[in-house]
């Protein structure tokens, strides 16, 4: 016969196991159950576990929580203190899950603060994914002052998802300064989600910029999107009308 399956209770029980991987498990699969019972014994794990491994398990499992709005403001309180990026991850993870603004909004503070890259990075795509123009002023400020290129990165693909025509001069202003040929070449990503005749020239200009391929490439992509989008049959046709 087979093992009897068994309940939150159980489950429960097992979170104050000896053993890390038990506790893990458990913690794991509570969250698949979503019985509101296993909440408060989640967030005391999130809180008080020494394992960095089971903690990560209850953040991912209150996950499912989602509809819960006391999750979404304990996870926010305690991925200010946790100390361990695997756990600060798998909370940024929880709360974007749902791409949701509201659920978003607390890891704001940590564009600035978080030292962790990929920590960093979640965060930004977590923020891009809610497609919220509430925040495209916070992930501008990532694209001109973060001094990681893959931080920047992010941002540049968050705001092409968010297409956000209020910041437009602001995407041609930092396209002219920016250092890297991969950041440049998604902020043209993010420029031809928001067709406009203003970014014409610019894009036309890089075409002819030998050194940066991939910025190259990127233009002339982004030119025949615009095209499409405001309505000409393709660049050429949207070239003569601006001359």
Do not use: C, W
Request: charged content about 35%.
């Amino acid at each position: 016969m087979g093992s009897e399956k068994k309940t939150i209770e159980d489950l429960i029980e097992e979170l104050t196991n000896l053993g890390v991987d038990s506790r893990e498990e458990a913690a794991l699969a509570i969250g698949q159950m979503e019985d509101d019972k296993g909440i408060d014994p989640l967030l005391k794990v999130l809180k008080e576990d020494e394992s960095e491994d089971v903690r990560a398990a209850a953040a991912k499992s209150l996950g499912n929580y989602f509809d819960n709005k006391r999750i979404i403001r304990e996870l926010a309180k305690t991925i200010l203190s946790e100390e361990s990026p695997i756990v600060r991850m798998a909370i940024v993870n929880a709360l974007g899950q749902k791409e949701e603004a509201s659920a978003v909004k607390p890891l704001l503070p940590l564009l600035e603060k978080e030292e962790v890259v990929y920590v960093r990075e979640a965060i930004i795509e977590a923020i891009g994914n809610t497609k919220s123009k509430k925040f495209s002023d916070e992930l501008l400020k990532v694209l001109k002052n973060d001094e990681v290129i893959e931080a920047r990165v992010q941002a540049a693909i968050a705001l092409a998802k968010i297409a956000d025509k209020r910041i437009l001069d602001d995407l041609l202003d930092q396209f002219k300064i920016e250092s890297s040929d991969e950041v440049k070449s998604l902020i043209v990503g993010a420029l031809a989600e928001i067709p406009d005749k203003k970014s014409v020239e610019l894009l036309e200009n890089s075409l002819d910029d030998d050194e940066n391929n991939k910025t190259q490439e990127a233009a002339a992509e982004a030119l025949h999107t615009i095209a499409k989008k405001l309505g000409y049959k393709d660049e050429n046709e949207m070239f003569d009308s601006i001359e």
